[in-house]
């Protein structure tokens, strides 16, 4: 049957489930086939903590949010257009979210009573009417999947599992996605197992043939792609980002990377990846603990390595000691936090930015240490790159705070020129730097007051390092009060002084005469942007600034600040950098917060952002 082709702009889709249904694995796929289109998109996975929760119950649902479009867009979007809900606690979940109108596929066989009752449901809502403000698609997947794959010798529940792949053909017909690399990647996927690999593969095309042929489904949507900037993209994800970003690092610098690590949610990704690029001269270390993780790294930095680090909120905490010995110490490490909702063991799998007075402060003594913080997932390589900089050129650990929205979401990412990336290259001490032809480990580059970098084993410049407070110069124990001033101050300046080689604050202010300006900072810039674009379109004048650097603030931040009369900072945890704004350059701002371990969203914040405009009028 000849079937209508609708074009539209974009499409947000949530694929949902229970955690053994694969709906990442849908989702990432969906959003691979999406990018290779060449659609602008961002993604949001959203899944349990808990590996196996109980099959069926709220606490077990799993999702993926994908948001593509011809144009670009910077959020995966506030609400989804079409909810693919595989079972009852999948529905519940999720349904709130819905708009009114919106496309709503549920597998009708999983609404069984069992299965409603799990979730409070009293009456099946595929049948009471309480969907009618949704345009329901009601599919019974799990059996049409069996009934596909019955020619195949795999059991009934192997036949079951592959639903997921039934329900990525149909979403794939209904919005004319390519299937080369699904196909591909299914046929990698199970290479050893040619009969999964086969079912896979019929279920999915099962699905397409579907809603090619079904009256259930009479329209199917193209999205065209976006006009993006020429280059050569692919999709990718933060923490690959950054692992990246940290290659590259290692490259452009001349150091051998080692990675000091122990598993922890949601950075474990960047483990992973790094331990599979020996060939760049990278060495990954599983550790015990997060204590053995870091004090490996830095005592690879010690030896002349690119020290790495990579942890969450609750590695942070055991990793301060480390992280102040390498302020003491003066060598170069870098500390990736990928933040989530806290504390203690908190909320491990959902997104927050509760960690940055923890960065800012979480040493003893006065111990100031570079802060970063990427602002899209793609922005994690070139901030990755931009701490390998700084914690190489002023020989100093440097905190970089992703999160977990950044880590797991996706978004299209234009591969750099090589040759546009900056040298790192780093030079070592190899002869003695005293007058009386001594090593002096302490003595500084009277430009960025960063000490020497000896490689231990270098003839005649023998030294020692550690935590007790150094003499200057000589790097000799000392207690002598004035001594231990200077040192404290001068490692402040050094830190301080980074502000003269980061880039002017870039602030977004068309007209030139907004009162209102929105500062930001990591992950929270995309639903900042999103939701000032709104607030322009509806006649609205607002200006938009965003923070990478953190510590040290950019040099002419407070002049900025200055310029409006009102300052509106969003931020998903309780005010950190408000509190710091408004500590340093005494500027009253606007505190907006959020902690519920989710991005915010455009709508909120373009609600919020027009009651500080009119309150300024």
Same mark, same amino acid.
């Given at each position: 049957?000849? =079937?209508?082709?609708?074009?539209?702009?974009?499409?947000?889709?949530?694929?949902?489930?229970?955690?053994?249904?694969?709906?990442?694995?849908?989702?990432?796929?969906?959003?691979?086939?999406?990018? @290779?289109?060449?659609?602008?998109? @961002?993604?949001?996975? #959203?899944?349990?903590?808990?590996?196996?929760?109980?099959?069926?119950?709220?606490?077990?649902?799993?999702?993926?949010?994908?948001?593509?479009?011809?144009?670009?867009?910077?959020?995966?979007?506030?609400?989804?257009?079409?909810?693919? $809900?595989?079972?009852?606690?999948?529905?519940?979940?999720?349904?709130?979210?819905?708009?009114?109108?919106?496309?709503?596929?549920?597998?009708?066989?999983?609404?069984?009573?069992?299965?409603?009752?799990?979730?409070?449901?009293?009456?099946?809502?595929?049948?009471?009417?309480?969907?009618?403000?949704?345009?329901?698609?009601?599919?019974?997947?799990?059996?049409?999947?069996?009934?596909?794959?019955?020619?195949? *010798?795999?059991?009934?529940?192997?036949?079951?599992?592959?639903?997921?792949?039934?329900?990525?053909?149909?979403?794939?017909?209904?919005?004319?996605?390519?299937?080369?690399?699904?196909?591909?990647?299914?046929?990698?996927?199970?290479?050893?197992?040619?009969?999964?690999?086969?079912?896979?593969?019929?279920?999915?095309?099962?699905?397409?043939?579907?809603?090619? /042929?079904?009256?259930?489904?009479?329209?199917?949507?193209?999205?065209?792609?976006?006009?993006?900037?020429?280059?050569?993209?692919?999709?990718?994800?933060? #923490?690959?980002?950054?692992?990246?970003?940290?290659?590259?690092?290692?490259?452009?610098?001349?150091?051998?990377?080692?990675?000091?690590?122990?598993?922890?949610?949601?950075?474990?990704?960047?483990?992973?990846?790094?331990?599979?690029?020996?060939?760049?001269?990278?060495?990954?270390?599983?550790?015990?603990?997060?204590?053995?993780?870091?004090?490996?790294?830095?005592?690879?930095?010690?030896?002349?390595?690119?020290?790495?680090?990579?942890?969450?909120?609750?590695?942070?905490?055991?990793?301060?000691?480390?992280?102040?010995?390498?302020?003491? /110490?003066?060598?170069?490490?870098?500390?990736?936090?990928?933040?989530?909702?806290?504390?203690?063991?908190?909320?491990?799998?959902?997104?927050?930015?509760?960690?940055?007075?923890?960065?800012?402060?979480?040493?003893?003594? *006065? @111990?100031?240490?570079?802060?970063?913080?990427?602002? @899209?997932?793609?922005?994690?390589?070139?901030?990755?790159?931009?701490?390998?900089?700084?914690?190489?050129?002023?020989?100093?650990?440097?905190?970089?705070?992703?999160?977990?929205?950044?880590?797991?979401?996706?978004?299209?990412?234009?591969?750099?020129?090589?040759?546009?990336?900056?040298?790192?290259?780093? *030079?070592?001490?190899?002869?003695?730097?005293?007058?009386?032809?001594?090593?002096?480990?302490?003595?500084?580059?009277?430009?960025?007051?960063?000490?020497?970098?000896?490689?231990?084993?270098?003839?005649?410049?023998?030294?020692?390092?550690?935590?007790?407070?150094?003499?200057?110069?000589?790097?000799?124990?000392?207690?002598?009060?004035?001594?231990?001033?200077?040192?404290?101050?001068?490692?402040?300046? =050094?830190?301080?002084?980074?502000?003269?080689?980061?880039?002017?604050?870039?602030?977004?202010?068309?007209?030139?005469? $907004?009162?209102?300006?929105?500062?930001?900072?990591?992950?929270?810039?995309?639903?900042?942007?999103?939701?000032?674009?709104?607030?322009?379109?509806?006649?609205?004048?607002?200006?938009?600034?965003?923070?990478?650097?953190?510590?040290?603030?950019?040099?002419?931040?407070?002049?900025?600040?200055?310029?409006?009369?009102?300052?509106?900072?969003?931020?998903?945890?309780?005010?950190?950098?408000?509190?710091?704004?408004?500590?340093?350059?005494?500027?009253?701002?606007?505190?907006?917060?959020?902690?519920?371990?989710?991005?915010?969203?455009?709508?909120?914040?373009?609600?919020?952002?027009?009651?500080?405009?009119?309150?300024? *009028?």
């Amino acid at each position: 049957m000849t =079937k209508q082709v609708q074009q539209i702009d974009r499409v947000i889709i949530r694929f949902a489930g229970d955690s053994g249904d694969g709906m990442q694995l849908t989702g990432d796929r969906f959003t691979q086939e999406t990018a @290779s289109f060449g659609n602008d998109l @961002s993604t949001l996975p #959203n899944f349990p903590a808990e590996i196996r929760a109980p099959a069926g119950t709220l606490p077990g649902v799993s999702s993926f949010q994908l948001h593509f479009a011809d144009h670009d867009i910077m959020t995966p979007g506030d609400a989804p257009n079409v909810l693919v $809900a595989m079972n009852p606690a999948a529905l519940k979940a999720n349904i709130d979210d819905v708009p009114n109108g919106a496309m709503v596929i549920v597998n009708t066989d999983e609404f069984t009573k069992r299965n409603l009752t799990k979730v409070g449901y009293g009456s099946n809502p595929v049948e009471d009417g309480s969907l009618a403000e949704f345009k329901l698609s009601s599919v019974p997947l799990t059996s049409m999947t069996v009934k596909a794959l019955e020619d195949f *010798e795999i059991s009934k529940k192997d036949a079951e599992r592959a639903k997921n792949m039934f329900a990525l053909g149909l979403l794939s017909w209904m919005y004319n996605r390519p299937t080369e690399g699904t196909l591909g990647f299914l046929k990698a996927k199970f290479a050893n197992k040619p009969v999964i690999m086969a079912a896979n593969l019929a279920a999915f095309q099962a699905g397409w043939n579907f809603g090619e /042929t079904t009256e259930d489904f009479a329209v199917s949507y193209e999205v065209k792609p976006a006009p993006l900037p020429p280059g050569t993209y692919r999709n990718i994800t933060g #923490n690959l980002a950054i692992s990246y970003g940290l290659i590259a690092g290692s490259q452009l610098s001349g150091l051998p990377l080692f990675l000091g690590s122990y598993p922890i949610t949601p950075a474990s990704d960047i483990l992973h990846e790094l331990s599979k690029h020996k060939r760049f001269g990278i060495r990954t270390f599983q550790a015990e603990d997060e204590i053995a993780g870091v004090g490996a790294a830095l005592g690879a930095a010690f030896g002349g390595a690119l020290g790495v680090t990579t942890t969450s909120g609750p590695g942070m905490v055991l990793k301060a000691e480390t992280i102040g010995l390498a302020l003491m /110490t003066e060598l170069p490490l870098l500390v990736i936090d990928v933040q989530r909702a806290g504390p203690s063991t908190g909320m491990p799998t959902k997104t927050e930015q509760s960690d940055l007075l923890m960065a800012m402060f979480g040493r003893n003594g *006065e @111990s100031p240490v570079p802060v970063l913080a990427p602002r @899209s997932p793609a922005d994690c390589f070139d901030i990755a790159v931009e701490a390998t900089r700084i914690a190489a050129t002023y020989r100093t650990p440097v905190i970089v705070l992703s999160d977990g929205y950044l880590a797991n979401g996706s978004e299209p990412w234009r591969l750099p020129d090589v040759e546009n990336l900056p040298d790192l290259t780093v *030079e070592f001490t190899t002869e003695p730097n005293g007058d009386d032809g001594a090593f002096l480990p302490y003595q500084r580059d009277p430009e960025t007051l960063a000490r020497p970098w000896a490689v231990p084993g270098t003839p005649g410049l023998e030294h020692r390092l550690g935590g007790i407070e150094k003499s200057d110069g000589t790097g000799n124990i000392s207690y002598t009060p004035s001594n231990h001033d200077l040192m404290v101050r001068t490692r402040q300046a =050094k830190i301080d002084g980074i502000a003269r080689d980061i880039p002017p604050l870039e602030v977004d202010d068309p007209s030139g005469d $907004a009162d209102v300006l929105v500062l930001g900072w990591g992950g929270t810039y995309g639903s900042i942007g999103a939701a000032v674009r709104r607030v322009r379109r509806a006649g609205g004048t607002v200006a938009q600034a965003h923070l990478r650097h953190i510590n040290p603030f950019p040099a002419d931040l407070g002049e900025v600040l200055r310029r409006y009369d009102r300052v509106l900072v969003p931020e998903i945890n309780l005010g950190q950098l408000a509190l710091l704004l408004r500590g340093r350059f005494l500027v009253d701002v606007i505190s907006y917060t959020k902690v519920n371990g989710l991005p915010f969203k455009a709508e909120e914040l373009a609600g919020v952002l027009q009651e500080v405009i009119d309150r300024a *009028e």
